[in-house]
């Protein structure tokens, strides 16, 4: 299966269980590999055989600076879901939302959750 690769999405928004979380935008990154069959788009080099990269961008902008959810779980189901719908090209996803300044006492560069979704 051919994939599009989009890596360090980067947003301000307001995720997390603490009340601080949820008043003060924090870094959120997103990963994304978007699997589906890429060889007419690249024969007919044709925009509407394939998925537009700007598009899944602002739709993934809109869900993680618009919205607000406790878990990074529930955060990546939505992107997955709403990418899924939004393409009928797209056979699967990978979907990967990490936290740089998550509240964990230690060092670490990020937590973060990743899913593979299906249609």
């Given at each position: 299966m051919d994939k599009i690769i989009a890596r360090g999405l980067e947003f301000q928004a307001?995720?997390?269980?603490?009340p601080a979380e949820k008043e003060t935008p924090q870094k959120f990154?997103?990963?994304?590999d978007l699997f589906l069959n890429l060889r007419a788009a690249?024969?007919?080099?044709d925009l509407a055989l394939t998925v537009?990269?700007?598009?899944v961008f602002h739709l993934v902008e809109n869900i993680v600076e618009k919205q607000s959810y406790n878990l990074l779980e529930t955060l990546a189901e939505k992107i997955a879901a709403t990418l899924?719908?939004?393409f009928a090209a797209l056979q699967a996803v990978?979907?990967?939302v990490s936290k740089p300044d998550?509240?964990?006492?230690?060092?670490?560069?990020y937590i973060a959750v990743k899913i593979?979704?299906?249609k």
């Open positions: 307001c995720h997390g269980l603490l990154l997103v990963d994304l690249a024969e007919s080099d537009d990269y700007d598009k899924l719908d939004s990978e979907v990967q998550a509240p964990v006492k230690g060092n670490f560069d593979r979704r299906e």
